[in-house]
Each structure stands twice: as structure tokens, then as C-alpha cells.
């Protein structure tokens, strides 16, 4: 776990026709375009987090507070941000792109510690953006700053869907 983390910490990088036929074609246009964009808006997204949310779908911290039992059926990342931190607005992209990429693979969580000040308090966060990659079986590692979306990729791939 420690060799997992160092490898982690070391690759990371702070950063920051017709009328008739005509209207015909419009619709099948206008259909076309509502199915393209239903098919974009059913893709996985990055998911908000409150801490009700988190304790039903993560890990229930305060029932069993001496341990950790990840509660999803995927793996997971958790970016503890703020709306008003730099690094945390060059990750954001980047996250929804992998939501995207590794949609039904993995889930990508966001917590607004500004918002949640409980739940960043009860895993000392003291810097943001802070990730936490939640493997299934494994502990979870945690990981300070921005990072470049290979670093991303290799995280997820290394930790998150290992064998």
C-alpha cells in the first residue's frame, strides 16, 4: 500500500425538399438530435455528495467508526473540492471526462467541503483538492493537488480496477 502511494504521490503533477418533406426532414433532424443528446445526458456523470449521501452510499463512518466498509458496488474516486479553489476548477473537467470514460466501471464522487464541513473535517482535509480512490477491496488512498488526466487514468487503472 505504501510502495501504491508513493508511486501515486510521485507521478502526481500539481496544476494547477419540399415544404412537406422539408418539415419531415426537421423532425428526423429534431429527433435525431433529441436521441444524440438523451444518449449524451444518460452517461455517467460525477455525482454530488452531502454526508446523508455519503454515509448510504460510501461508508458509514459514524456506525462503524473504528473501520472502513465501502458500501458501493464499483470503485470509487472522491474529490473533496471548493467552488472557489484554482486546481479544483482544472480537475473538474477532467473528472467529468473520466465519468464519461469509465461510466459503469467506476464512480466519480464530489464533496464541496464548504458545503460539507463535517465530512471533510472527518477525513482531515486540510488542502483541496484532496482525491480519495476507494478500490473495492482494498483501502482507500488518498491523494493531495491537481493532477494531469494520465495520472488519472494510471490511478484508476493501478488501484481502482486492478484484479
Not at 482531515?124 to 482507500?140: A, C, E, H, Q
Request: proline share 5%; aromatic share 8%.
Amino acid at each position: 500500500m505504501k510502495k501504491i502511494t508513493l508511486v501515486l504521490v510521485s507521478i502526481m503533477i500539481v496544476g494547477t425538399s419540399c415544404a412537406n418533406n422539408k418539415v419531415k426532414d426537421n423532425e428526423k433532424s429534431e429527433k435525431t438530435e433529441m436521441s444524440q443528446q438523451q444518449k449524451k445526458d444518460n452517461k455517467m456523470k460525477t455525482i454530488h455528495l452531502t454526508k446523508a449521501d455519503f454515509l448510504a452510499k460510501v461508508a458509514n463512518y459514524e456506525e462503524s467508526p473504528e473501520s472502513w466498509k465501502y458500501l458501493g458496488d464499483k470503485p470509487a474516486i472522491i474529490d473533496f473540492y471548493a467552488d472557489w479553489c484554482g486546481p479544483c476548477k482544472t480537475i473538474a473537467p477532467i473528472l467529468e471526462e473520466l465519468a464519461e470514460e469509465y461510466d459503469g466501471q467506476i464512480y466519480i464522487y464530489k464533496i464541496n467541503v464548504d458545503k460539507e464541513k463535517e465530512l471533510a473535517s472527518a477525513f482531515g482535509i486540510r488542502s483541496i483538492p484532496t482525491l480519495l480512490f476507494v478500490p473495492m477491496k482494498d483501502k482507500p488512498q488518498m491523494a493531495n493537488g491537481a493532477m494531469p488526466k494520465a495520472t488519472f487514468v494510471q490511478a484508476i487503472n493501478d488501484i481502482l480496477l486492478k484484479e
